[in-house]
């Protein structure tokens, strides 16, 4: 029953209050997340963020050393079996054995899979032009990309879990990579969770978006909401200024003498008045890009604990 | 359907999807019971969430610019409704600029360019009048 229970309900990942050192370094600092079914949850950060070594811990490969993490309802590392069959997951390394040609890849993949679906297999080999008596470790790195890939989809895993796939290659496997990932939430009910530097990527697929920072998590949230709560405010002043003036919830200034640019986050119209009340004028207004918020979130997060250390 | 997304200029990717078409149905280009393309359909193509594109046309159909028909797809609606007349006055402000612009430069006064607009519409009117009454008397 309780089982039963766990199998429902809205969080496929659950992460919570997870910590984890390696030596004396900090990856990972009591990060908790939620990753709600059926949708697209993008993982941003710097390289060395925590991304990596997070998305390890939700495929079972590292132990939380503090904290939990539940997927589908059970631990990965205790019930390896009862989670990784139904995640499928591609990562940058993509350690596939080098010595199989495609097609031994496949059949030995499909054994560990009862839900493999051939035809759906086949199909994707051709899209990807991917000759099966081909050794793996002779594909270049995009068709070994599209190998990995491959073997994540073919059995239309309830979640699939994707590690930096697009990190250094083409634009047209990443097109590919895309395209996977939008037919894989075009399924009902399927989540996938990917991790990538590319903010532009992430904000064209991802409904869901949680930014790591030196292994903290700097924010999270429904891409609408981020979207609808970060503005990019221009401000003429009457006289030129050196530095900007302190308004609250502003992330980060850019500008000089008159006219200076703010990335805020918060309700738009108290932002107006509020810079209006430092007697400037608001003379143009635009949604920031994905990149311009985390540049800003990153950055004001960044000065905030240099101020206290 | 020519639609075209971008992240470069922030704005919210529904809602570039949602004036895209609106202008092409306020330009014509989508007739009314014209098909959008399907939600699957057009996510895979401009790769970006189909909760995305499903977004987008909930505003539409909101607006009253699309109506859905069941499981059967999404059509543009066959009556025009006061928000596509907005977006036509939207298209025809932007031409009219470039009018006022040149009639500044030509040194042709607010009033002339006014009174030079209704000569316009009386010549275009009583010409497919006359080709009316021309091709009624060949027809005799």
Known sequence: MIAQNLENSESVIEIERVTRAFGKKMALGEISLSVPRGVVFGLVGANGAGKTTLIRHVLGLLKAQQGSVRVFGRDPVADPVGVLSRVGCLSEENDLPGWMRVGELMRYTQAFYPGWDETYAEELRRAFALDPSVRVKHLSKGQRARAGLLIALAYRPELLVLDEPSSGLDPIVRRDILGAIVRTIADEGRTVLFSSHLLDEVERVSDHVAMLDQGRLAFAGAMDDIKQTHHRLTLVFAEARREPPALQGVLAWEGAGRQWTALVSGRLAELRVAAIGQGAQVVDERPPSLDEIFVAQVGAIRTTAEEVS | ?140
Request: hydrophobic share 40%.
């Open chain 2, 1 to 140: 359907m020519q639609i075209h997304v971008s992240t470069n200029d922030g704005s919210p990717i529904y809602l570039q999807i949602v004036n895209q078409v609106k202008y092409l149905i306020a330009a014509g280009r989508l007739q009314p019971n014209d098909e959008l393309p399907p939600i699957r359909v057009l996510a895979e193509r401009l790769l970006i969430n189909p909760n995305t594109v499903a977004r987008a046309y909930r505003e539409l159909e909101t607006a009253g610019l699309v109506t859905k028909r069941g499981t059967a797809g999404t059509y543009v609606s066959a009556t025009r409704t006061p928000l596509v007349k907005q977006q036509r006055l939207k298209i025809l402000s932007a031409r009219i600029d470039v009018l006022l612009a040149e009639a500044a430069q030509l040194d042709v006064s607010h009033d002339e360019l006014l009174a030079l607009v209704a000569d316009r519409q009386r010549i275009l009117k009583s010409e497919p009048a006359a080709a009316n009454r021309n091709s009624g008397a060949t027809s005799q």
